[in-house]
């Protein structure tokens, strides 16, 4: 038997689990976040399968990774994965991390900085549990951009950054409804392997790896959107994505469509709701405010026994 294990805490927000691993992970060094985020991808890929996916995960997890920060005036540093790679940033994993920081008393309510491959965050847990994270700047690059999607025909969609990059759509496709999900899911994996063929990207060449449908809320008493959200992989998000809300609120204040001091509700597939408001920065710029709940619902060890073939996971591939 190793003597290698993980201690991990699972939460879910808004229906989407959240694994954050809270020691036993491996020595990343003492750069940035975001340099540790690719020694963590390129040397021990071992621990984002061994979270993520089965016989431990399943496609939808995401985990999280606790580390020092790197910025001295943050609380704690955070690289974040899934069952394909790391993830720049992830705001329903933000607000599953504040829970848990604060189920094992290390944080109370407040506003607490963190520190992220892609900036430093803001996270207040508010005295009734619910939790607002100020994200990274966020911004759109693109309006209208057109994709002939074969099967599906031409796609219109705004490129974004909401710390994740996106393709984001509006009433095309099938209804955005739970029944659908199957439909949903190749609509946006073809839309995506479209957008990559076409070498259509976000700045720098940056993939767009996430894809955002939305359409009319079930009930517009209580939201004004309902999405889709395509997470890397094929795996579909169970909350309504809190950094694909960031890129719809600078894409909605980019059309003039919504100003500080009003409120987007947006309605995940499950119906489960964020709040988003935003700050102006700069010409085009914002600062989203992503609001949501979380709840702690798990705590295990993780061992690694040298004759489990699975150890370390079932590889995607296979
Ligand atoms: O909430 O930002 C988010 C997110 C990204 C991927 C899954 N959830």
């Given at each position: 038997m190793s003597t290698l294990s993980l201690h991990v805490i699972d939460s879910h927000t808004e229906g989407e689990p959240t694994r954050v691993?809270?020691?036993?992970?491996?020595?990343?060094?003492?750069?940035?976040i975001a340099e540790r985020a690719v020694i963590l991808r390129e040397q021990h890929d071992w621990l984002r399968s061994a979270v993520?996916?089965?016989?431990?995960?399943?496609?939808a997890m995401v985990g999280a990774l606790l580390c020092e920060p790197y910025?001295?005036?943050?609380?704690c540093g955070v690289i974040f994965f899934n069952n394909v790679s790391t993830l720049h940033m992830c705001i329903h994993g933000t607000i599953g991390l504040t829970v848990t920081l604060a189920h094992l008393g290390k944080i109370g309510p407040g506003i607490h900085r963190i520190d992220t491959p892609v900036g430093v965050v803001e996270t207040e847990l508010r005295p009734d549990g619910s939790v607002e994270v100020a994200n990274v700047p966020s911004f759109r690059t693109a309006a209208a951009v057109k994709v002939n999607v074969p099967g599906w025909g031409e796609v219109c969609g705004d490129i974004a950054w909401g710390g994740n990059w996106f393709f984001l759509v509006g009433n095309?496709?099938?209804?955005?409804?739970?029944?659908n999900i199957e439909d949903l899911t190749s609509f946006a994996c073809d839309i995506r392997n479209e957008l990559e063929k076409q070498g259509i990207?976000?700045?720098?060449?940056?993939?767009?790896?996430h894809i955002d449908l939305f359409g009319p809320p079930s009930d517009p008493t209580w939201a004004d959107s309902r999405n889709f959200l395509l997470c890397p992989g094929k795996a579909y998000d169970r909350s309504p994505c809190g950094t694909g809300t960031s890129a719809k609120l600078a894409c909605l204040h980019a059309d003039g469509k919504l100003k500080p001091g009003e409120i987007w509700r947006q309605a995940g597939i499950l119906d489960t709701i964020f709040c988003g408001r935003i700050e102006e920065i700069?010409?085009?710029k914002i600062i989203p405010y992503v609001s949501g709940r979380a709840w702690v619902n798990g705590e295990s060890t993780y061992f690694f026994d040298?004759?489990?073939?699975f150890r370390y996971g079932i590889p995607l591939s296979i």
């Open positions: 691993v809270i020691s036993g992970g491996p020595d990343l060094g003492s750069g940035t993520c996916n089965e016989p431990r995960g399943h496609e910025e001295p005036d943050c609380c095309q496709g099938p209804a955005i409804q739970p029944s990207t976000g700045d720098h060449g940056m993939e767009i790896d700069a010409e085009g040298s004759t489990d073939p």
